[in-house]
Structure formats: C-alpha cells, structure tokens
C-alpha cells in the first residue's frame, strides 16, 4: 500500500478517515430524517446490483468448486465424504460469500464511487451544488449507502445459492457423491442463524464501502491525479474496513463452542 507508506500520507489518510466517520454519522441523521432522492437511490441501485452481479456469480461459482476440490478428496480419505456439503454451507454463509461478494463490489463500485464524486469535487460541481441549495450528502452520498445496504445482501444470497450449486457439481462429477446427499449434508450442517448471518454482513459491508468512496471522493484535490489517488486509497481502505469489520462480525455472530457434533 505505497499511498499510506509516508508519514503525510498516514496523516492525511487517518483525516480522510476521521471524516468518513462523521459523514457516516450525517448519513445516518438525514435517513432518519427521510431526506433522499428516490430515483437517485433505484440509479445506483442498478449500479451495484445488476451491473455487479455476473462477476460475482462467475466468482461464487469458481469458489465453490475450488473448495470442493480441496475439501472432498481429504475428507473422502477420512470417511467423511458426506459432510462436504455441509462444510462448504457452513463455509460459504459465514465467511466467503458476504466476504468475497464485497471485495467484487468494493473493487467495482467503491471505486467508481469515489472516481465520480472526487470529478464533480475538483470541477467544483460540489459548489455549484451548494449554491443551488441541494444537499450534496443526500443528493449523491444517501443514494449510494442505501444502494449498497439493499443490494449487497441480495448479491450475496445470489453468492451464496451459486457457490453451492458449483460446490455440488464438482462433488458429483468428480466424486461421485450424490446431489441429495450433498444438499442433505448442507441442510443437516446449516442453523438459520448461519443464514441469517450472510446477509446481514452483507448490509454492513455495503454501508461501509458506500461511505468510504463516496467519503474520498468528497475530499478529493488536486485535478485530475487526486482523483486517481483518491480512486486506488478509497479501494484499499474499504477492503482493510471490510476484513476489520468481518472479524468483530464474526466474533460477535459466532461466539461460544459449535455444536457441530450433533449435526453430524
């Protein structure tokens, strides 16, 4: 990460930071006041959505075969090919779809987040905003929090079904064990909490890679480069937010001992 290796740098990141921060509180207080612009919101909504969903279906899809590839052979050796199902459900809903989902959309959206806002800022279309008295946070800002909170769930739903889909084909073709007992292994591993989980991850993830680049893209100076440094730090930032975020998730969803025992 060169864009954070200087001293100025981690300064003025840990600034950028702070003031992602306060912006994600003001987003907060003009949701609770019902100050957004509905057809901003459907607008980015397809921006995160649909437009995200082929990448992160072909990506589920691969994960899901790649870990049946590494599990099943190991666990067919044990005599515990019927619970490779249920480890890639346990896997997926915990920790790899919400996980992977958001690290496409960050790389995808949370850049383009921060590219468009950090053009208007240095045009001074920010200004001219203000001076036709429209609230640059709710106008552009809200929209893209609340895009992002709605679709990123549903994406890693998407993620989650695809990734096992792949996960059982792989386990059939290759190991000669059956769809049922797959699928039953998954249905015998799986709590609702575990279901539950993904998407609320998912929620969180989605807040978090929206305030960040729009938050950069706010502060952005400096033409037509600050951009571009606003673009690449808002990316790594939101990916370090998600992996930070992930485990206090985790710590919090899944304390205690698993009772994995009597699944099985």
């Known amino acids: ?45 397809v921006v995160v959505g649909p437009a995200s969903l082929l990448v992160v279906l072909i990506t589920a899809t691969f994960v899901g075969m790649v870990f049946t590839i590494q599990v099943a052979r190991e666990f067919l050796t044990l005599g515990a090919g019927t619970a490779v199902g249920g480890v890639l459900a346990i896997s997926l809903t915990r920790e790899l779809a919400p996980v992977l989902t958001a690290v496409i959309v960050a790389g995808r959206v949370g850049s383009a987040f921060a590219a468009e806002i950090g053009t208007m800022a240095v045009t001074e279309q920010i200004d001219a905003l203000y001076m036709l008295k429209t609230d640059p946070i709710s106008y552009l800002v809200l929209p893209r929090v609340l895009a992002c909170a709605l679709m990123l769930p549903l994406l890693t739903i998407l993620s989650l079904v695809t990734g096992m889909g792949g996960g059982m ?43 960040i680049g729009s938050s950069w893209g706010l502060t952005t100076t400096g033409g037509a480069k600050g951009v571009g440094e606003s673009t690449t730090t808002a990316v790594v930032t939101a990916l370090l937010a998600i992996f930070v975020a992930d485990f206090f998730l985790s710590w919090l969803m899944f304390q205690g001992v698993g009772s994995l025992t009597t699944r099985v």
Not at 179 to 199: E, G, K, M, T
């Open 169 to 211: 084909v792989v386990a059939r073709s290759l190991y000669e064990i059956p769809h049922q007992v797959f699928l039953d292994s998954a249905r015998s591993f799986l709590v609702p909490w575990d279901v539950i989980s993904a998407p609320l991850k998912g929620i969180v993830f989605g807040v978090l890679i929206a305030v």
């Open 1 to 45: 990460m060169p864009e954070l290796a200087q001293p100025s740098s981690l300064v003025q990141w840990s600034r950028r930071s702070l003031t992602a921060f306060l912006l994600g509180g003001q987003v907060f207080l003009r949701l609770l006041q019902g100050k957004f612009n509905s057809r901003n919101i459907l607008s980015q909504m």
